[in-house]
């Protein structure tokens, strides 16, 4: 039964992510209120009433004037929430939550009229977005309580429609697709909650070497060999040593999911005032690092708290021990917290902080288990020295490349220019030159100590940081470096740009471009796109605009781009059914949105599919998903699905 569940759901992606109803009350023999209710799925956004010009699709309200009824303004009953997106570069709004959109009405005449209102509207989430919809509703308005009539529509989910004769498209290649059985070639977008738990991991096995935890490694296991004579009791009291260090810093991100919240969360990763916030953060962690000043704690936390562990006894007394180690790290571990903290809040996950935390605390932990289990391991440990330092000054440079990012964002957000695509590169390619150099020996902090001679770990780390900055060195004049590409600045704020890669011949209409296909004898790849589509503008830089792509689908395929939000007027209104009901269908991107909801059984963009020239299904759909490898191999199985037949 799951199995079936999931493979329908696969089929059918209408989403259905706002559900409207109207009521009309009449508080008088002349006055009234429309109220237009709209509930917001969890997790979806449905956009303001005033959007400005080249932004998404704006939520319209509007009952059609009628002689003898005094239309009022449209009213929200909440604020929506207002703050600048990243992509569009434009100040938007929208509600998270229920809106119910209040229109006050007069009967002037003294009759009762029939009324009809409509609303258009787009909802948007993480993922993807619908294209703009329009629903009318019947209502009935009098001259006393008497005569109102409430009347109570929902959007229903488009099903499969029959087009009227007044389209003049060929009814097969209009007709709805059947999907292939296999699903191994859809393209499925990853959690983030493995990444963020691989990066705190990856924070926790960091902070293991800095000053302030690896010299407490053989102290602690030490003391706790001594203490107990018997090598059981050891481990045990080791382990649980270990499991408190996740307890408390588990703890840690729990609290803070709970004091953000998850909407809070979500906010962090566009907010531009937090971005600024985390850069200014950031840059403060890096010169800490670089040994300007220590970021510490009270001295007298870590002294109550150690003063408890004394006092106590058994399990408790093991984890005020962890809980001192804790505080005192606190000096190293703090930066990379932060920076692990600042990275799950801008996934926007209401877990993320807990499961990164967890991550940390689970490599912190796991050395002083594993060396009380093994204590000859602990005549092999590299004895503390200036490579400790050395490790801190590394994370300085890493943390003072990453809050560029940050800054990145602020800056786009308000428009300011300071910090270009060629500029970004530039900061990054001097900062990543100079770790190369501090690697090498070249550049020395005030707390490093003279170094005689580069390691061979430590040569190699250098070439790599070089090479990197190096390998940035052509973005300056418009390479795309894909390789980077989700943390410098977008190609559009190059000033000068030699590359002229990524421009596709496309069909933006669906019958000429299959036409087109059937002459040429060639697949067809559809784009269901949008102008207000986030994500579709992400798929377009991060995978279709690179060479692999570009290649296979100017030399195989008949690319036809349909923009369902597009509102320039068609010369013919087109009428069709759908779901028991005639619709009326005024502009072009209304059109190719029936097309999808009819042939694909599907409403949110992106949303690819590969087409014979009969118009039938090559492959299963592939929705949004960055991942380069699973597009190629999505690709790839059409064709070879095509030159089967």
Known sequence: ?????????????????????????????????????????????????????????????????????????????????????????????????????????????????????????????????????????????????????????????SSVGQRDSDTAADSDLWAPVTFPDSTSNV????????????????????ALLTPCVWPMIPMTVSFFLKKNGSKSKSVRDAALYGASIV?????????????????????????????????????????????????????????????????????????????????????????????????????????????????FALALALPFTLFAIFPSWLKEMPRSGGWLNSVKVVLGFLELALSLKFLSVADLAYGWGLLDREIFLAAWIVIFALLGLYLLGKIRFSHDTPMESVGVFRFFLALISLSFSVYLVPGLWGAPLKG?????????????????????????????????????????????????????????????????????????????????????KLENKLTVEENGKKIVLETVGEKWSYLQRSKFRANSQPYYIMLDNQGQALSNPAYYDENLTKFVQWLDGGLQKYSEQ
């Open 187 to 206: 393209p499925v977008s990853a959690s983030p909650w493995w990444y963020i738990f691989i990066v705190g991991f990856g924070g926790g096995l960091i």
């Open 484 to 568: 980077v590409s989700a943390f410098v600045p977008p190609l559009y704020t190059q000033d000068f740009s030699l590359y002229t890669g990524g421009v596709f011949e496309e069909f933006d209409d669906y019958d000429k471009g299959m036409a087109y296909a059937a002459e040429t004898n060639r697949p067809v790849l559809i784009d269901f796109s949008g102008y207000g589509c986030v994500n579709c503008r992400k798929m377009e830089g991060a995978v279709f605009d690179t060479p692999v792509v570009e290649k296979r689908v100017k030399e195989n395929f008949v690319l036809i781009k349909l923009m369902v939000d597009d509102k320039k």
């Open 247 to 359: 307890v408390i810093y588990l703890i840690l991100g729990l609290a803070i999911t709970g004091f953000f919240g998850a909407g809070m969360l979500n906010d962090l990763s566009t907010n531009a005032v937090f971005n600024m916030a985390f850069f200014i953060l950031l840059v403060v962690f890096a010169i800490s690092f670089f040994g300007a000043f220590d970021i510490t704690l009270p001295s007298s936390w870590s002294n109550k708290v150690d003063s408890k562990a004394e006092a106590t006894s058994g399990i408790l007394s093991i984890f005020f021990m962890a809980f001192t180690l804790a505080l005192v790290s606190f000096s190293c571990t703090g930066p990379i917290i932060g920076t692990l903290l600042v990275e799950a809040a801008s996934l926007g996950d209401m877990t993320g902080p807990a499961i990164g935390m967890g991550g």
């Open 1 to 157: 039964m799951l199995f079936c569940m999931a493979f329908f759901a696969m089929q059918a992606q209408i989403y259905e992510p706002v559900k409207w109803s109207v009521s009309a009350k009449m508080d008088s023999d002349s006055s009234g209120v429309v109220n237009v209710n709209a509930a917001v799925e969890q997790g979806w956004h449905l956009y303001g009433l005033d959007i400005p010009e080249g932004g998404p699709h704006a939520t319209s309200v509007t009952i059609q004037p009628q002689a003898g009824v005094v239309i009022g303004d449209v009213t929200p009953s909440v604020k929506p929430i207002e703050k600048v997106d990243m992509i569009f570069h434009l100040k938007l709004q929208w509600w998270n939550d229920d809106v119910v959109f209040s229109i006050p009405v007069t009967v002037t005449d003294g009759k009762s009229h029939d009324l009809k209102c409509t609303v258009s509207y787009q909802a948007c989430n993480d993922k993807t977005c619908t294209p703009p919809q329009k629903e009318v509703f019947d209502l009935t308005v009098g001259t006393g309580p008497e005569k109102a009539q409430t009347v109570v529509e929902t959007v229903s989910p």
